[in-house]
Nanobody, 125 residues
Framework: QLQASGGGLVQTGGSLRLSCAVSGSTSSIYTMSLAWFRQAPGKAREFVAAIRSTSTSTYHADSVKGRFTISRDNAKNTVYLQMNSLKPDDTAVYFC??????????????????WGQGTQVTVSS
């Protein structure tokens, strides 16, 4: 089970940190790949960032590179998304996702097995 939190309303240029708590078989989080996706109204779900189980490899969409950072704390069973320099185009529902072994198709939402319920991020201009 994944539980996302931390969304809210922020002005352009502001920051937010999203959290996603992973529950269930805690022994497995250490081997799980984790990711964030987002979906704006009327648009398809879009890849934002992913992190491998080792935490040494992270991947970010070009649209957020340099502004967003994904990280994880396995001891707390949590994955984070630090979002800085937010823009109105970042407005969306943000979802965390998890899967077992890594896939090279990490940017495809269909490759992820488990999903959180989403948290709304709204950036005002």
């Amino acid at each position: 089970q994944l539980q996302a939190s931390g969304g809210g309303l922020v002005q352009t240029g502001g920051s937010l940190r999203l959290s996603c708590a992973v529950s269930g078989s805690t022994s497995s989080i250490y081997t799980m790949s984790l990711a964030w996706f987002r979906q704006a109204p009327g648009k398809a779900r879009e890849f934002v960032a992913a992190i491998r189980s080792t935490s040494t490899s992270t991947y970010h969409a070009d649209s957020v590179k340099g502004r967003f950072t994904i990280s994880r704390d396995n001891a707390k069973n949590t994955v984070y998304l630090q979002m800085n320099s937010l823009k109105p185009d970042d407005t969306a529902v943000y979802f965390c996702a998890a899967r077992g072994y890594w896939t090279l198709a990490y940017s495809s939402s269909s490759q992820w097995t488990y999903w959180g319920q989403g948290t709304q991020v709204t950036v005002s201009s």
